[in-house]
């Protein structure tokens, strides 16, 4: 199919368009809603060089009813991150395959994309490779607490080729790393959250679950799940969490965490939650968000964080870092200006990486208001 000629409005202007649900909510939906039709057949079209596969996605697709007043459009389009065209050799191979056939081994690529701002990536037309000698999960609860099967996992794009040397890597890796130590279920995951800990800034859970009315924090989410314990943790306690998770550090945080019966949503901190609002009872976040982002990343996710909370939701920001004083100089002011209520309030040294770091952990406690 690769030469046939598809006529498509000039590109940047175009995908702006199509990436209108997951970008353009805050930015211009008076122009959206003006009616993208009449703009796409207007705009000239243009030869480009994109994989064909791509091209297709990304064109506006004729609803066979005609107009729709839900898509206020008699076509409609499918998103893909805004970035995805500036990232030409990554979208290439990963849209280059063939139609019906298997996927190219491209997990490294695909996340590359991801968090390069593709996001959402293009869905694809081919099928992704089985496992060789997958077996069933085990059943709950032993899913919890046991390490999965190698098989249930596609090693190519991890460092580690077996559960057995994740398992291990804090044993052998000297270096500071996050999560190290995070695939080992029998150390440090086993004690967190469970009120077995010295330091202040560990909360537990049965301390956060008794600020409510017992049995009213039901569903929530873990933004950066890490290997699934509190997400696993809460289960216990009869909350739904979904964590979200992506493989950083070579590590298939996501299997790991369906593995454990958790449910993985592959979304980067970057993208808007894919949650309506006010409809989560809880959300949990720990080690992701610090002064390693930039401050207003930080300012939207805690947006993000209270659009998605019920009123009387909980907001569990969980040690957070920054260095010295930032934290009144630039978070304290950002977290005013979003209107939690403050339930908890602990800071405390940050030792891992040296005390010359100066580096600083916040955990706290918000409640949504209920007005
Ligand atoms: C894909 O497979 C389906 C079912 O076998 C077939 O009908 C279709 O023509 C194939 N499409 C392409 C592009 O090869
Ligand atoms: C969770 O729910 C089950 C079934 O309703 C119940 O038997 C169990 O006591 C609950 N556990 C907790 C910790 O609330």
């Known amino acids: 199919m690769g030469t046939k000629k598809f006529r498509i409005p000039k590109l940047p202007f175009f995908l702006v368009l199509s990436n209108v649900v997951t970008l353009l909510l805050c930015l211009n939906v008076v122009?959206?809603?003006?009616?993208?039709?009449?703009?796409?057949s207007?705009?000239?079209?243009?030869?480009?060089?994109?994989?064909?596969?791509?091209?297709?996605?990304t064109s506006p697709k004729k609803l066979p009813?005609?107009?729709?007043s839900h898509y206020r459009s008699d076509t409609v389009s499918y998103p893909v991150g805004h970035k995805c065209v500036d990232l030409k050799?990554?979208?290439?191979?990963?849209?280059?395959?063939?139609?019906?056939?298997?996927?190219?081994?491209?997990?490294?690529?695909?996340?590359?994309?991801?968090?390069?701002?593709?996001?959402?990536?293009?869905?694809?037309?081919?099928?992704n490779a089985g496992l060789r000698g997958y077996e069933e999960p085990l059943p709950v609860p032993d899913c919890f607490w046991s390490m999965p099967p190698d098989s249930s996992v596609s090693?190519?794009?991890y460092t580690c080729k077996d559960y057995k040397c994740l398992k291990n890597r804090h044993r052998n890796v000297g270096r500071y790393d996050d999560c190290i130590d995070c695939f080992d279920l029998n150390y440090h995951e086993k004690f967190r959250w469970i009120g077995v800990s010295n330091s202040p800034a560990d909360f537990s859970i049965d301390r956060v679950l008794a600020m409510k009315k017992p049995g009213t924090i039901r569903i929530g989410l873990d933004i950066g799940g890490s290997s699934g314990t509190f997400a696993v943790r809460m289960r216990e306690k009869n909350v739904t969490i979904v964590a979200t998770t992506v493989?950083?550090?070579?590590?298939?945080?996501?299997?790991?965490?369906?593995?454990?019966?958790?449910?993985?949503?592959?979304?980067?901190?970057?993208?808007r939650l894919p949650f309506f609002d006010g409809t989560l009872d809880i959300v949990h976040t720990m080690n992701v968000l610090s002064?390693?982002?930039?401050?207003?990343?930080?300012?939207?996710?805690?947006?993000?964080v209270y659009r998605v909370l019920r009123p009387g939701g909980l907001f569990w920001l969980d040690h957070f870092f920054y260095v010295g004083n930032q934290l009144w100089t630039v978070y304290v002011p950002l977290i005013?200006?979003?209107?939690?209520?403050?339930?908890?309030?602990?800071?405390?040294?940050?030792?891992?990486?040296?005390?010359?770091?100066?580096?600083?952990?916040?955990?706290?406690?918000?409640?949504?208001?209920m007005e």
Not at 42 to 57: M, S
Not at 291 to 304: A, E, I, N, S, Y
Request: hydrophobic share 35%; proline share 8%; net charge negative.
């Open 89 to 127: 050799e990554d979208l290439e191979r990963y849209m280059t395959y063939e139609v019906n056939g298997t996927c190219p081994d491209d997990e490294k690529i695909s996340q590359r994309l991801l968090l390069s701002g593709c996001e959402p990536l293009p869905r694809r037309r081919c099928h």
């Open 291 to 304: 002064h390693l982002f930039p401050d207003d990343l930080f300012q939207l996710v805690l947006f993000d």
């Open 247 to 271: 493989n950083l550090n070579g590590s298939p945080f996501s299997n790991f965490v369906a593995s454990r019966g958790i449910v993985p949503l592959y979304v980067s901190i970057f993208q």
């Open 155 to 157: 090693w190519t794009a």
């Open 42 to 57: 207007r705009a000239p079209p243009l030869k480009t060089d994109f994989p064909a596969e791509f091209v297709e996605y």
């Open 65 to 68: 009813g005609g107009y729709n």
């Open 31 to 40: 122009f959206y809603i003006d009616g993208p039709a009449k703009h796409f």
């Open 336 to 369: 005013e200006t979003v209107g939690f209520d403050k339930l908890l309030w602990v800071t405390q040294r940050k030792l891992d990486r040296g005390i010359e770091k100066d580096e600083m952990y916040l955990s706290a406690l918000f409640q949504k208001p």
